[in-house]
């Protein structure tokens, strides 16, 4: 494990060089805001790529050839090189290697760059295609936040606004895969409030997204702010006992039941042409309870 810190004063940021994972969120106060990583689920902000959720069998199908893929790729298991740590921002770059190339057939370039403002970290992710032909992916961002967010706060006190009405309908899960019915969204108007029981299904889903930006409060406690424009699908999951929920910006989404078809053909993924690159960016504000 190498750990690189970033410090703005108001928000202190801990990144982990294995998956360049996000492994701590630390507010003004000296409060932890990020879940920590215990038994019921080890990880804790793991960066999914090349794709979100599973693939039928594990199998990713290019050209005829069927490549092992494991749910939510490889990326966050993989050492990624640190540069250009400055205090405020650093960056960390995976590129394919023999061993990525037996699972994701292509050549690519992933570079994460965390950088820290007052009480905003902004992540920016850019994927780019090194090959010589044109692949398809998806990339997610899978932050867990502590849920509550402070001692002594009812988890059922949390929710999750969303910046516009949310009605449309939801997706989930069954054995790794996407439902193809849509569910009734557990939304109302543009609050979703937190329990256990709804993630009995797995993640909900929210594939029909009009929001880019969601605040995550509970009464007394910081609020966190997630803004994601280069995201059009939002999952928010949590796994019982853990005391963490995960707002989850995606560009793609676990396949649907009853796909066979090739990696290309898998629905809500972006496409690169050789030499093209592509960013994502999402942002994490802290705002601190009033007095």
């Given at each position: ?215 995550y409060s509970a009464p007394g406690a910081p609020s966190i702010v997630v803004s994601f424009p280069d995201f059009p699908i939002l999952g928010v ?55």
């Amino acid at each position: 494990m190498v750990l690189h810190t970033i410090d703005s004063g108001s928000l202190r940021i801990t990144i982990d060089e294995s998956g360049a994972e996000l492994s701590s969120l630390v507010d003004r106060a000296g409060r932890e805001l990020l879940w920590q990583g215990r038994s019921v689920w080890k990880r804790r902000a793991p960066i999914l790529f090349p794709i979100i959720g599973q693939m039928p069998e594990g199998i990713l199908r290019y050209e005829g050839v069927s490549y092992p893929i494991a749910q939510h790729g490889f990326a966050r298991d993989q050492d990624f090189e640190a540069s250009d740590l400055d205090g405020n921002s650093v960056i960390f770059t995976l590129v394919d290697s023999p061993e990525t190339r037996e699972k994701f057939p292509f050549r690519f370039r992933l570079a994460v760059r965390y950088s820290v403002t007052d009480a905003t970290l902004t992540v920016t992710t850019t994927v780019t295609n090194t090959d010589s032909v044109p692949f398809s992916a998806s990339l997610g961002e899978h932050p867990a936040f502590a849920w509550p967010l402070m001692e002594g706060i009812a988890r059922d006190a949390h929710v999750i606004e969303f910046a516009l009405p949310e009605p449309a309908p939801i997706r989930r899960i069954v054995d790794g895969l996407a439902l193809v019915e849509s569910q009734p969204t557990p939304v109302v108007g543009d609050t979703l409030t937190l329990d256990d029981t709804l993630f009995v299904a797995d993640a909900v889903i929210f594939d029909q997204l009009a929001s880019r930006s969601v605040r995550y409060s509970a009464p007394g406690a910081p609020s966190i702010v997630v803004s994601f424009p280069d995201f059009p699908i939002l999952g928010v999951w949590s796994k019982a006992p853990g005391e963490f929920v995960c707002i989850e910006p995606w560009f793609g989404m676990t396949a649907p039941q009853g796909f066979s078809g090739e990696y290309s053909e898998k629905p809500h993924q972006f496409v690169l042409e050789p030499d093209e690159s592509r960013e994502f960016t999402y942002s994490v504000t802290v705002e601190q309870p009033s007095p």
